[in-house]
């Protein structure tokens, strides 16, 4: 560990610096509401009260008619890539022009998946000077024995100095259809594994990298964990980009990773195990190395087509 790395440990016992505190309670291109910003001034922001806020805006595409007996119609689905939060309000807005605070009927909710529901949770938070940011990795509350890819906010809880994650798409519907124990407003640990924990862990022998990626989509292994510490490393950099977006560095699928590549996302997997003692690196890496760095347009996996992160 560098000088730097052992200050920012030494400043607060947890290992997050003031400075660190400072950038994540500030809004990143995506999470900034622009024109609505107002809309969130009168939003409260403790956990219980931002997951309720954001699942009474959203629902998640994948279970809405199974758990909310909503069909999404096929003319919706574009809404789960929007990519950044003031067109996100656009959208929503359109629907139901209600305030915010003010929870949804299933068809006027936003349809989006993970993401969303972390990028909201973050955008409520920063407005109000909550330090948060969002996790790539894997949860394992999906299917039992599997780790599932997923996107978590990480928020600062001050009163105990300690970074806790907070599952806001886990709300009374989903926790009871998948029969969920533990604390979704501090979900633990061992329940929620980093791209950067899951890699180690896979290439210690830990874990057998088949069990991590999506089920339904019979996408998994070590190729995809890969991906995801990518997407977790922009994210870290304020880059809250679509899960299925693709750039620079990360494997095609099913792809076999030559030691080269291996000890590659070893090192980013270091980077990110630690972001706040890691903090300037995290940054400096990203904005020095074009092979993680987010481009103007990414490669949507899902469309299958190039695309500018944000338009107009």
């Given at each position: 560990m560098n000088a730097t790395a052992l200050s920012a440990h030494r400043e607060?016992?947890?290992?997050?610096?003031?400075?660190?505190?400072?950038?994540?309670a500030s809004h990143s291109p995506f999470s900034t509401p622009g024109r609505h910003a107002a809309l969130l001034d009168a939003l409260p922001f403790d956990p219980a009260s931002v997951a309720r806020t954001v699942?009474?805006?959203?629902?998640?595409?994948h279970v809405a008619e199974l758990f909310y007996g909503y069909p999404i119609p096929d003319a919706r689905r574009a809404e789960s890539h929007i990519r950044p939060?003031?067109?996100?309000?656009?959208a929503l807005?359109?629907?139901?022009?209600?305030?915010?605070?003010?929870?949804?009927?299933?068809?006027?909710?936003?349809?989006?998946i993970c993401r969303h529901f972390m990028l909201l949770s973050?955008?409520?938070?920063?407005?109000?000077?909550?330090?948060?940011?969002?996790?790539?990795?894997?949860?394992?509350?999906?299917?039992?024995?599997?780790?599932?890819?997923?996107?978590?906010?990480?928020?600062?809880?001050?009163?105990?100095?300690?970074?806790a994650l907070l599952d806001s798409q886990f709300d009374d519907v989903f926790v009871r259809n998948l029969a969920i124990h533990h604390d979704v407003l501090d979900v633990p640990r061992a329940q929620f594994l980093t791209a950067s924990e899951a890699w180690r862990r896979c290439r210690g022998g830990e874990l057998n990298p088949n069990l991590f990626g999506i089920e339904f989509s019979q996408l998994r292994g070590l190729w995809f964990i890969a991906?995801?510490?990518?997407?977790?490393?922009?994210?870290?950099?304020?880059?809250?980009?679509?899960?299925?977006?693709?750039?620079?560095?990360?494997?095609?699928?099913?792809?076999?990773?030559?030691?080269?590549e291996l000890d590659f996302f070893d090192e980013i997997?270091?980077?990110?195990?630690d972001p706040d003692a890691n903090f300037d690196a995290l940054k400096q890496r990203f904005a020095e190395d074009v092979r993680v760095?987010?481009?103007?347009?990414?490669?949507?996996?899902?469309?299958?087509?190039?695309e500018r992160v944000f338009e107009g």
């Open positions: 607060n016992g947890r290992g997050a610096s003031q400075r660190v505190l400072d950038h994540y699942q009474g805006l959203l629902i998640y595409e939060i003031e067109q996100f309000i656009d807005l359109e629907l139901d022009d209600r305030p915010l605070h003010i929870g949804r009927p299933s068809e006027k909710r936003l349809v989006g973050l955008a409520i938070f920063r407005h109000h000077g909550v330090p948060a940011r969002g996790r790539g990795g894997f949860g394992a509350y999906f299917n039992p024995g599997k780790f599932e890819d997923h996107w978590v906010c990480e928020y600062w809880k001050a009163e105990e100095c300690r970074w991906g995801s510490l990518i997407r977790d490393l922009a994210t870290l950099n304020g880059q809250e980009i679509l899960p299925w977006d693709v750039w620079g560095v990360q494997p095609a699928p099913d792809a076999t990773l030559s030691d080269e997997a270091l980077l990110t195990a760095r987010v481009p103007a347009k990414v490669f949507n996996a899902l469309r299958q087509r190039e």
